[in-house]
């Protein structure tokens, strides 16, 4: 083969690459830029923080995150759950899984957000959670339970040294 006939080939090979791999990673963050009336945090931030440290496991459309896997038979260990088919409500439940690790403590990382960061997080997985959830008829759906508020007492939240408050929050 010619060189002339190889970069006939190559070239649009090679264009047609570069397309495919700059489509990759197009997933948008699909919160609004505003402050939530809950607690005064900010769900477009909890947002991008919930896309920058918790991608890698969960799943969350609006973060833009396809970390949960497909298929359970194939999932790895640190498959974290789905939260557009998993319902995560109240806020207070959000923030416990937060600081301890998740519910059973196996892989995800203790505090991955502390202080405000955590109550941003915590508000937008409680308020984003659960969008593409099935549900059974007459049950509520995940948007009809209530988001519920976090203690008035925060200060040993907001502190990332100091010893998590205990929460009695209805799971």
């Not at 991608?55 to 970390?67: D, E, N, Q, R, V």
């Not at 038979?73 to 690790?101: H, K, M, T, W």
């Not at 959670?129 to 976090?150: N, R």
Request: net charge positive.
């Amino acid at each position: 083969m010619s060189r002339r006939h190889l970069k006939l080939v190559l070239v649009p090979m090679a264009l047609l690459v570069v397309v495919c791999v700059s489509a990759c990673g197009t997933e948008r963050i699909g919160v609004p830029r505003q402050k939530s009336q809950a607690a005064g945090g900010d769900l477009y931030h909890g947002a991008v923080l919930f896309s920058q440290r918790c991608a890698g496991c969960h799943t969350l459309s609006y973060a833009g995150t396809h970390g949960s896997a497909p298929n359970i038979r194939v999932a790895q260990g640190n498959s974290g759950p789905n939260f557009d088919e998993r319902c995560e409500r109240p806020i207070a439940r959000v923030l416990y899984a937060i600081e301890n690790g998740g519910f059973s403590g196996a892989y995800m990382p203790q505090n991955i957000v502390v202080g405000h960061d955590a109550v941003d997080v915590a508000e937008f997985v409680a308020k984003y959670a659960g969008t593409h959830a099935s549900h059974s008829p007459g049950a509520p759906t995940c948007h009809e339970k209530p988001i519920g508020k976090l203690p008035a007492n925060t200060s040993g939240l907001l502190s990332s040294d100091s010893a998590s408050p205990n929460y009695t929050g209805s799971g």
